[in-house]
């Protein structure tokens, strides 16, 4: 069976989260590179003191905005803005995994989708975005890790390290459960 068929398996059709939108919502897109080593797009998010995912390791991806229809539509931009990436015509945006919910904004309901690309599409970072690189899925090593939140909890718990990267929270959970149904 193909990647790409594994995937639809796991993921819910785009029909199914057509409907999704409003302010209460996000997106993030798992942009695959179909090797042996399921290369991932990733992005090191800009420091800021105004955003609350600061220098963190996350998906392309970020809030529903008005002209979004759904939530499609802003995956589909926030990808775009933040990476360069035309979706529609760089990639194929199979479906959507499970929703999630970040760890520091517990009212956000994030829906992670998963898009296949032949080759590395060229990136272009927007100001939100320090870096984008690619890792291989296969080979994130998984550690424990602690840190400090911007709410001043402590947290630890399961991460993957790729390189000096740390992937935690929202970004390790949806990399975990894709991995783990795959």
Do not use: C
Not at 58 to 72: C, L, S
């Amino acid at each position: 069976m193909g990647l790409m068929t594994r995937i639809s398996h796991i993921t819910r059709p785009l029909e199914a989260v057509a409907k999704y939108a409003g302010a209460d919502r996000a997106a993030v897109t798992l942009i695959i590179r179909d090797t042996e080593e399921l290369d991932a797009l990733f992005v090191r998010r800009a420091e800021s003191v105004t955003d609350p995912w600061s220098g963190q390791i996350a998906f392309p991806g970020g809030r529903f905005e008005h002209p979004d229809i759904n939530i499609i539509d802003t995956a589909i931009r926030e990808t775009g803005e933040e990476t360069g990436i035309d979706l529609p015509s760089q990639s194929r945006l199979i479906g959507a995994l499970d929703d999630v919910r970040p760890i520091n904004k517990s009212d956000l309901i994030v829906t992670p989708f998963v898009a296949l690309v032949d080759e590395k599409p060229a990136t272009r970072t927007s100001s939100e975005i320090g870096e984008a690189f690619w890792a291989s899925l296969r080979g994130l090593e998984r550690v424990t890790y602690e840190t400090t939140l911007t709410t001043g909890a402590r947290w630890r718990g399961e991460a993957f390290r790729y390189k000096n990267y740390i992937v935690w929270g929202m970004t390790g959970h949806i990399v975990e459960g894709f991995l783990s149904r795959l």
